[in-house]
T-cell receptor, first 113, second 111 residues
Framework: DADVTQTPRNRITKTGKRIMLECSQT?????MYWYRQDPGLGLRLIYYSFDVKDINKGEISDGYSVSRQAQAKFSLSLESAIPNQTALYFC????????????FGPGTRLTVL | QKEVEQDPGPLSVPEGAIVSLNCTYSNSAFQYFMWYRQYSRKGPELLMYTYSSGNKEDGRFTAQVDKSSKYISLFIRDSQPSDSATYLCAMSVVGGFKTIFGAGTRLFVKA
């Protein structure tokens, strides 16, 4: 059973469309993160949340927004998708102690045409 | 300059070879040094981590940290085709909330 799930797994959309990526976790962790992964650039942090009322921008938040609906749910929205947002998107959770080990979902492959 | 630099490869080795994967970093405040393994179409998973300097061994894997040189390594002994994956180094500071990831090195182990 997956501890961190993401939906959809794959999505193709057109420029200008609004799209939402969803993440759910059963690990009971307070901290949740959204990353995008691009070849040669690695994982870059988009947004992170320490609890339902605490949401923070990461290094590349422009063009994205998030919603923490519950401890277990963290959604990422692209209000008006553009082609350079084509990437692999990962949700992650962590306990927030020690090494801050991150537990990743399976990813969403997003293509913006 | 990126905080963490990692050669993206790809690195191709025969089965049984010793593999060396490396990263350099610029932030001397990093204290946790991690290696994640990512299989195709999967999310990264933590392979091992080291706190501060020194070596750590786990089966066929050894993680090494040299803080004076700001250089970390992951060695894989007796490499297997199942080790074929992308390996990402990652670092964080004590009490930190952000983990900085390298770009990942893609490894192929040929049977």
């Amino acid at each position: 059973d997956a501890d961190v799930t993401q939906t959809p797994r794959n999505r193709i959309t057109k420029t200008g469309k609004r799209i939402m990526l969803e993440c759910s976790q059963t690990k009971g962790h307070d901290r949740m993160y959204w990353y995008r992964q691009d070849p040669g650039l690695g994982l870059r942090l988009i947004y992170y949340s320490f609890d339902v009322k605490d949401i923070n921008k990461g290094e590349i938040s422009d063009g994205y927004s998030v919603s923490r609906q519950a401890q277990a749910k963290f959604s990422l929205s692209l209000e008006s998708a553009i082609p350079n947002q084509t990437a692999l998107y990962f949700c992650a959770t962590s306990v927030g102690q020690g090494s801050n080990e991150q537990f990743f979902g399976p990813g969403t492959r997003l293509t913006v045409l | 300059q990126k905080e963490v630099e990692q050669d993206p490869g790809p690195l191709s080795v025969p089965e049984g070879a010793i593999v060396s994967l490396n990263c350099t970093y610029s932030n001397s405040a990093f204290q946790y040094f991690m290696w994640y393994r990512q299989y195709s179409r999967k999310g990264p998973e933590l392979l091992m981590y080291t706190y501060s300097s020194g070596n750590k061994e786990d089966g066929r894997f050894t993680a090494q940290v040299d803080k004076s040189s700001k250089y970390i390594s992951l060695f894989i002994r007796d490499s297997q085709p199942s080790d074929s994956a992308t390996y990402l180094c990652a670092m964080s500071v004590v009490g930190g909330f952000k983990t900085i990831f390298g770009a990942g090195t893609r490894l192929f182990v040929k049977a």
